[in-house]
């Protein structure tokens, strides 16, 4: 569903100046930089960590939508939001399989989940509290993943990129779901119009966080940007977003939970109010209102799946021996 | 803990008339699970109509290190193309 800016990577790399100048030339040259071609050691842990991420993103990001599966107002939302968390999952493998390109195996990452030592999106955090949320989260949760993963789509390692355009064109699906879910609460009684704003009023806040820390207190954004793994800002990314979604909100009837967001002129965007720092650090690291039960669910899905997998594996091997034997 | 489940590579062909193109990978037992993986995984709209899968490790690769020799020197020869020949304009398109 989204990257968060990187959280916790090291990008140092201790290559000749040589290597390196020769390597930010390719870079520069806007050249893709493919699996095997050689790259600094930072480079690699740098896009490891943010894809691995990514990747846990997607697969803990099925957790708050699979809550409301089974209490779908309808057949139609029901087959969109199942259809909705199955492209999660095929998002997660697609990045998956894009990180193993660069040496870290499944295991390495999933086990980097379960134990609490990768990070993923904060938002994910957050409990789905009513059926308001799943148009929510597709209008704001999805829409700022694509202010993130548009660019994405031009990073400078080749399979993360590849990853990201089928990502996107799957995205806009998600995000349009969600905003026709919010218009229609917004547009019902008024207790319904008052689920929509409880919703993006619990919303609001966490989504702008998904854009990380702002620039000044982003380490890791410099050497990122030199490397076109991320191609703006992190405030960049977060004004573009707050620019496309204010209209919207303001087309529901829907008041954004910001006093201090007003039109600013002189740089045609919003000015908007204090993001408060603490609480996404609280939730990075794990103390969300929904953070243990993330974990505990994804680590019961891994244990109760043990028995599948050794199945599958033991039946792969005995036809592989049948097929030996009838040779 | 269990042995780690094998890579795949797929292939998909958007339609007749067209080759099989790489679009990832994906891990699975077996041949027949990687292929109902694949479906899942890769084609959820329209993406193709046939698949293949291939075992990451049945596939042979060149060396990177080696690009330079490898391709470099077919752009000095020039002589390859149609456009290193002149023919006169009376001949037409030729």
Same mark, same amino acid.
């Given at each position: 569903m989204y990257s968060q800016g990187?959280?916790?990577a090291d990008g140092r790399t201790e290559e000749t100046p040589e290597f390196l100048a020769r390597f930010q030339k390719r870079i520069d040259a806007e050249e893709k930089i493919e699996p095997k071609d050689e790259m600094p050691e930072g480079y690699r842990r740098t896009l490891i960590r943010q894809i691995g991420q990514h990747a846990h993103s997607e697969i803990v990001g099925m957790l708050p939508e699979g809550n409301w599966i089974t209490r779908a107002p309808s057949l139609r939302r029901k087959a969109a939001l199942l259809a909705k968390v199955q492209d999660e999952g095929g998002h997660g493998l697609y990045l998956y399989s894009a990180a193993e390109?660069?040496?870290?195996?499944r295991e390495e990452m999933t086990e980097e989940l379960l134990s609490g030592k990768a990070k993923y999106s904060?938002?994910?955090?957050?409990?789905?509290?009513?059926?308001?949320d799943m148009g929510t989260i597709g209008w704001l949760v999805d829409g700022a993943a694509i202010m993130n993963q548009i660019p994405l789509c031009r990073c400078s390692f080749g399979p993360y990129a590849r990853a990201m355009i089928r990502v996107c064109k799957e995205e806009s699906f998600h995000q349009r779901q969600g905003y026709e879910i919010v218009m229609t609460l917004a547009q019902g009684t008024p207790e319904q119009k008052a689920m929509a704003q409880d919703s993006l009023n619990r919303w609001w806040w966490p989504s702008l966080m998904?854009?990380?820390?702002?620039d000044a207190d982003s380490q890791h954004s410099d050497q990122s940007m030199a490397w076109k793994?991320?191609?703006?800002?992190n405030d960049e990314l977060r004004q573009k977003f707050i620019d496309a979604t204010v209209p919207q909100a303001e087309y529901l009837g829907l008041t954004i939970p910001d006093p201090d967001l007003k039109w600013n002129e002189d740089k045609g965007g919003y000015d908007h109010g204090t993001i408060d720092w603490d609480e996404f650090w609280r939730v990075v690291k794990g103390h969300g209102p929904m953070a243990k039960d993330r974990i505990k669910a994804r680590k019961k899905a891994w244990d109760d799946g043990a028995w599948v997998r050794e199945a599958a594996l033991a039946h792969a091997e005995k036809r592989r021996a049948r097929k030996i034997a009838a040779e | 803990m269990t042995a780690t489940t094998p890579l795949w590579e797929v292939f998909i062909r958007p339609r007749n008339g067209l080759a099989h193109k790489h679009v990832g990978s994906l891990h699975a037992a077996d041949e027949v699970m990687a292929l109902q993986s694949a479906r899942d995984v890769y084609t959820r709209r329209g993406e193709g109509n046939s698949i293949w899968v291939v075992p990451s490790a049945a596939i042979t690769a060149s060396d990177p290190d080696q690009t330079a020799e490898n391709f470099? %020197?077919?752009?000095?020869?020039?002589?390859?193309? %149609?456009?290193?020949y002149d023919t006169p304009e009376d001949v037409g398109h030729m």
């Open positions: 990187l959280i916790g390109t660069l040496g870290v195996s904060s938002i994910f955090n957050y409990p789905t509290l009513s059926w308001a998904m854009f990380g820390p702002h793994i991320k191609r703006f800002t | 470099e %020197p077919t752009a000095d020869k020039i002589y390859r193309h %149609p456009t290193f």
